[in-house]
């Protein structure tokens, strides 16, 4: 169960707690950043001792709808804004030499593209993104679509599915299937859909719990620290603590007979009941680009939950 009482996310280790806020950054500069390290995934993908899990019902909400949100640029303003900000996208073909820092830009721009079409609940076309952002580099639109669609899930747990091969249609929407939409506030709110899956997956990789300390280091490796606004996710602790926890994604409880006192995460019933933990699994590993079979423990684990699970009548968990 989670903490009562006061707010925890005043309930820490000080020792935690580092660095200073800064400034947020508009979401044209957002897709610029690295994505969340390979290495730091790869390392939460260890076999871990698993333990039994609470059997949470299937949630019904469609993963594919979004909240509202400030921005409002049409694919007109948009092709016009880059162009007035990178007149070159206009020029011809670059050499061979600088073929891949050009298509790393086109990249980023239909991120950039694709959080608009998210948070506007639009779908997205292979023509407007010809049209909009890609232009004469029509040759090397498979190659650019699938770096944004692999940043678009790694980095904001955002998945793109097409609606037919024929059609050439896609919706960008929520990965595993949660309903969470709540974005960052600021000028140009952000999805945060990408912590959260990295959360619940540290969480079981680790044996269906986790200590505060493990997930800050793993945090840190990433550039994210406590009391840091970060310039994807914003002030983080609060965000795991408290937001998430109010949400109903995750536990947060101290850890029995610890000293000095310290705490853990666990799965919280909302996670359990919308995410399937057999897909779960067979996404971690997608993303890592490892098999399944080779987390044999917790994937005997997670199927073993879901058939508990499939006993259960399903019912909707909504948060407080």
Same mark, same amino acid.
């Given at each position: 169960?989670?903490?009562?009482?006061?707010?925890?996310y005043y309930i820490c280790d000080q020792s935690l707690v580092s660095g200073n806020?800064? %400034?947020?950054?508009? =979401?044209? @500069?957002?897709?610029?950043?690295?994505?969340?390290?390979?290495?730091?995934?790869?390392?939460?993908?260890?076999?871990?001792?698993?333990?039994?899990?609470?059997?949470?019902?299937?949630?019904?909400?469609?993963?594919?709808?979004?909240?509202?949100?400030?921005? @409002?640029?049409?694919?007109?303003?948009?092709? @016009?804004?880059?162009?007035?900000?990178?007149?070159?996208?206009?020029?011809?073909?670059?050499?061979?030499?600088?073929?891949?820092? /050009?298509?790393?830009?086109?990249?980023?721009?239909?991120?950039?593209?694709?959080?608009?079409?998210?948070?506007?609940?639009? *779908? =997205?076309?292979?023509e407007d993104i010809l049209k909009v952002v890609i232009r004469e580099y029509e040759?090397?639109?498979?190659?650019?679509?699938?770096?944004?669609?692999?940043?678009?899930?790694?980095?904001?747990?955002?998945?793109?599915?097409?609606? $037919?091969?024929?059609?050439?249609?896609?919706?960008?929407?929520?990965?595993?299937?949660?309903?969470?939409?709540?974005?960052?506030?600021?000028?140009?709110?952000?999805?945060?859909?990408?912590?959260?899956?990295?959360?619940? $997956?540290?969480?079981?990789?680790?044996?269906?719990?986790?200590?505060?300390?493990?997930?800050?280091?793993?945090?840190?490796?990433?550039?994210?620290?406590?009391?840091?606004?970060?310039?994807?996710?914003?002030?983080?602790?609060?965000?795991?603590?408290? %937001?998430?926890?109010?949400? *109903?994604?995750?536990? /947060?409880?101290?850890?029995?007979?610890?000293?000095?006192?310290?705490?853990?995460?666990?799965?919280?019933?909302?996670?359990?009941?919308?995410?399937?933990?057999?897909?779960?699994?067979? /996404?971690?590993?997608?993303?890592?680009?490892?098999?399944?079979?080779?987390?044999?423990?917790?994937?005997?684990?997670?199927?073993?939950?879901?058939?508990?699970?499939?006993?259960?009548?399903?019912?909707? =968990?909504?948060?407080?």
């Amino acid at each position: 169960m989670s903490q009562s009482g006061a707010s925890p996310y005043y309930i820490c280790d000080q020792s935690l707690v580092s660095g200073n806020e800064q %400034d947020e950054t508009p =979401i044209s @500069n957002v897709a610029e950043e690295g994505i969340i390290s390979s290495v730091v995934i790869s390392g939460l993908l260890e076999e871990a001792p698993t333990t039994e899990s609470s059997n949470t019902p299937q949630g019904s909400q469609s993963p594919c709808l979004s909240s509202t949100t400030s921005l @409002n640029r049409s694919d007109e303003s948009f092709s @016009n804004q880059e162009d007035e900000k990178n007149p070159s996208t206009l020029m011809p073909m670059p050499d061979t030499k600088n073929l891949s820092a /050009y298509l790393d830009e086109k990249m980023t721009l239909l991120v950039q593209f694709m959080l608009i079409k998210y948070q506007q609940r639009e *779908m =997205i076309t292979k023509e407007d993104i010809l049209k909009v952002v890609i232009r004469e580099y029509e040759e090397y639109f498979l190659e650019i679509f699938t770096m944004a669609c692999k940043r678009m899930e790694l980095v904001f747990g955002i998945e793109t599915r097409e609606m $037919g091969t024929a059609s050439h249609c896609y919706i960008v929407c929520n990965a595993m299937g949660l309903t969470y939409f709540k974005m960052r506030s600021g000028e140009e709110t952000l999805p945060r859909n990408g912590l959260l899956l990295f959360i619940l $997956g540290v969480i079981f990789m680790k044996g269906n719990r986790a200590p505060e300390k493990e997930i800050w280091k793993l945090f840190n490796r990433m550039g994210i620290y406590s009391g840091k606004n970060h310039i994807l996710y914003g002030e983080p602790r609060k965000f795991i603590t408290s %937001d998430l926890v109010m949400e *109903m994604y995750l536990e /947060y409880q101290q850890i029995p007979k610890s000293y000095p006192v310290s705490y853990e995460f666990l799965w919280g019933p909302r996670a359990h009941a919308e995410i399937n933990k057999v897909k779960f699994l067979e /996404y971690l590993a997608k993303i890592n680009d490892s098999d399944t079979p080779v987390y044999s423990s917790q994937y005997e684990a997670a199927l073993r939950d879901e058939e508990e699970k499939a006993k259960i009548s399903p019912r909707l =968990i909504t948060p407080h």
